[in-house]
């Protein structure tokens, strides 16, 4: 399984980006896709997920109603719809896939991994 992240760069607080992750080399519907980050010095942390069929969504507290995870099955590529962004969100952004429906946010349970795209956020 392959996973390649894209659509990061530069933002003014308050603006919007939309990450893309698409996926190959695997049959999904029984996939989890999530987006994680991490910034200097911190740890990868969770931010949202999504199960490939059925669509239920998890997300982290903090960018509950500013971001909106969502999915192209004909096009096996998850998205991640960031809006109103604000500096804290600067970081390092990858996406994970795992086997199985459950929308873990823990980032050890995730089998694959894509290169991350680096966010930033200007204040």
């Known amino acids: 399984v392959q996973l390649q992240a894209s659509g990061g760069g530069l933002v003014q607080a308050g603006g919007s980006l939309r990450l893309s992750c698409a996926a190959s080399?695997?049959?999904?519907?029984?996939?989890?896709l999530g987006w994680f980050r991490q910034a200097p010095g911190k740890e990868r942390e969770f931010v949202a997920a999504t199960s490939w069929i059925g669509g239920t969504t998890a997300y982290k507290d903090s960018v509950k109603g500013r971001f909106t995870i969502t999915r192209d099955n004909a096009k096996n590529t998850v998205y991640l719809q960031m809006n109103s962004l604000k500096p804290e969100d600067t970081a390092v952004y990858y996406c994970?896939?795992?086997?199985?429906?459950?929308?873990?946010?823990?980032?050890?349970?995730?089998?694959?991994w894509g290169q991350g795209t680096q966010v930033t956020v200007s204040s």
């Open positions: 080399g695997g049959t999904f519907s029984t996939y989890t």
């Open positions: 994970a896939g795992r086997r199985g429906l459950d929308l873990f946010k823990n980032p050890t349970w995730y089998d694959y």
